[in-house]
C-alpha cells in the first residue's frame, strides 16, 4: 500500500527549494465569465516561511495582515493587478516574469512553479522563471482530466464506469439537437432522470439533469457556452460522493492524500467537503483498489502532480465519474489545516464550504462572525479564506475546524444567525 504523505511534503521535500503558487484556475477554462473567478489568493495560507504567493489581482492587505497575525501565510507575495479576464495567470508571467524572479533571486533558493491546472502556459511560465513545474505536460494533464478520455481509460484499466454517450456539439447543424433529444429520450425509457455534463467544466458549469421537458432550452445554453462535448448518462440513486485524493511527485513516487466526503447541491454540484466522516470498509477497499489502478496508470504516463478522483456510490455500483488532474477545491483547505494543525492540535473534522453573506470588506466580517471566528488558538471555530470576491458579491469560503460533527453543525447555526449561509 502506499503511504500517507501531506501534499506539501509531495510538492517538495527539498529545504533549499522555493516554491511558487499560482493558484489560478483560469488555465482550465477556454471560456471565461462571471462564473468563473481566477482564486488565486486561496494560496496565501497555504504558504509558509519563505514560499511565495503570485497574485492577478491585488492583494488583500487586511485579510494578509489577519493571517500573518495568526501564524499564517508568507511575507513574499508578487501582485500582478490584472483587471480583465483575458489572460491567465502564467501568461501574466511569461509577459513579465521580472517581478517574481526579483523575489527568487533576493531568497536564493531554486523555484519550483506549483499551479492549478497544468497547460502549454503553465510549461511556459516555469521556463520563463527558470523554475522546475510541479505538474504535467498538457496532452498528459488533459487525458485524465477530460472526463469522456477518463472514462475511455477506466474501461481500459477493466474499472467499471457509468454508462453513457459522448456527444459533439454541432450548433450550425439544424439535426444536431434532435440527435440529442433521441439520445436522451433512449436513456429516459429506463431511467427517470439524465444528466448531461461538458467534458471540461467544473464547479456546475455545464451540468444539467433533465427528465426530458426542456431538452431545447439545456441544448441552447451548452450551444451559447461554446462547450464542444458533453457526457449524457442516466441520473443515478447516489448515497454518497467521494472524493479520493494522490500526489505524484516531481519523481514519479505516488502518495495517498486522504479520502473526504464531497457535499453536492442537486446532486452534482460541489459545494463543500467533510473530511472525517468514516466510510465503510468495502467502500474504502473498493476505491482504494481502484485509484491505486488509476493513479499507477498516470504516473506510468508521466503525469505528475495532484491527482483527485471523484467517485459516486450508487444503488448500481461504486463508479469513479471524473478524474480532477489539477488541485482540487479542497487540496489547498487540506494544506492550509495542514498548517493550523502544526500551531494548535490535530483536528479531527473540518468542512469546507462555499458560502455568502451581504457583501462586505475582510474587516466588516471578521466583526459580523467573530463569536466563531479563527484566532489561532482555539479548535472549533470558522476559517475564512478565497475571501477576493468579498466585496464585489459577499461570495468566500470558510473551514469549519471542530472536534466532533455537533460543533460543525454547531457552527453552521451560529454563522445563519450572523447572516453568513448559502443561498
Known sequence: MYGYQSLR????????????????????FSRRDASVNSKCDRALPVACGDELVVLRGKLDH???KWLR?????????VEYNAQLQDMTLSELIINNPEPVKNIIRQIGKKPVYVPWFSGRMETEAAKALG???FGATETATL????????????RQLGVSVVEGTLFEMHPENNKNRIEMKNIISGYLATCKTVIIRGTLGEAGMSLYKTHGNDISEIY???AISGEKSIIIEPFLNVSSSPNDQWVISRDGNINFLGMRDQICERGMVH???????????????????TSVKIVNDMAESGYRGVVGIDYIVSDGGIFPVENNARFNGSSYVSMIVDNIEELISPIPYWKFIKIKTSACSFIELTERIEPVLYDGKKLNSVFPFSCDTLPLSGDFAVILLAENMDEIFNMEESL??????RD
Not at 509531495?10 to 511558487?20: A, F, Q, R, T, V
Not at 487525458?143 to 477506466?154: G, I, L, Q
Open 9 to 28: 511534503k509531495g510538492i517538495s521535500n527539498n529545504d533549499n527549494e522555493l516554491i511558487i503558487y499560482g493558484a489560478d484556475n483560469f488555465s482550465q
Open 62 to 64: 487586511t485579510y494578509h
Open 69 to 77: 497575525s495568526n501564524g499564517l501565510g508568507s511575507d513574499y507575495v
Open 131 to 133: 523554475a522546475d513545474l
Open 143 to 154: 487525458k485524465y482530466n477530460d472526463k469522456s478520455a477518463f472514462k475511455t481509460v477506466c
Open 220 to 222: 441552447q445554453e451548452i
Open 271 to 289: 459545494i463543500g467537503t467533510l473530511k472525517g466522516a468514516k466510510t465503510s470498509p468495502d467502500i474504502l477497499d473498493y476505491i482504494t483498489k
Open 416 to 421: 445563519k444567525e450572523m447572516g453568513v449561509k
